[in-house]
Nanobody, 122 residues
Framework: QVQLVESGGGLVQAGGSLRLSCAAS????????MGWFRQAPGLEREFVAA????????DYADSVKGRFTISRDNAKNTVYLQMDSLKPEDTAVYYC???????????????WGQGTQVTVSS
């Protein structure tokens, strides 16, 4: 059973930074792609970033490129999302998820965490 647990959300002023963490367990990590998605009130869940455990290749949504950085620590089985220069429009519940191949589609991600709230005040 795959388990994902996010942490690190909170309230921050515009221009500030937060780092989200996602602790993973329960499967062979070298064959997994880890992604971050977010869902703001009244909107659909959207792709934010993804990273391959093996190749370290990354992918970012245009809206966060240059401000967010996804990384992972294999020894700790943890993936991170460093969020800098935060904007009020980044306010959302952030979810980490696991897939077997790189994708921006949430349909390709079989396992999900419970989500962590990020609120950016103006």
């Amino acid at each position: 059973q795959v388990q994902l647990v996010e942490s690190g959300g909170g309230l921050v002023q515009a221009g500030g930074s937060l780092r989200l963490s996602c602790a993973a367990s329960g499967w062979i990590l070298s064959r997994t792609v880890m992604g971050w998605f977010r869902q703001a009130p009244g909107l659909e869940r959207e792709f934010v970033a993804a990273i391959s455990w093996r190749s370290r290749s990354t992918d970012y949504a245009d809206s966060v490129k240059g401000r967010f950085t996804i990384s992972r620590d294999n020894a700790k089985n943890t993936v991170y999302l460093q969020m800098d220069s935060l904007k009020p429009e980044d306010t959302a519940v952030y979810y980490c998820a696991a897939a077997s191949a790189p994708s921006r589609s949430q349909d390709e991600y079989a396992s999900w965490g419970q989500g962590t709230q990020v609120t950016v005040s103006s």
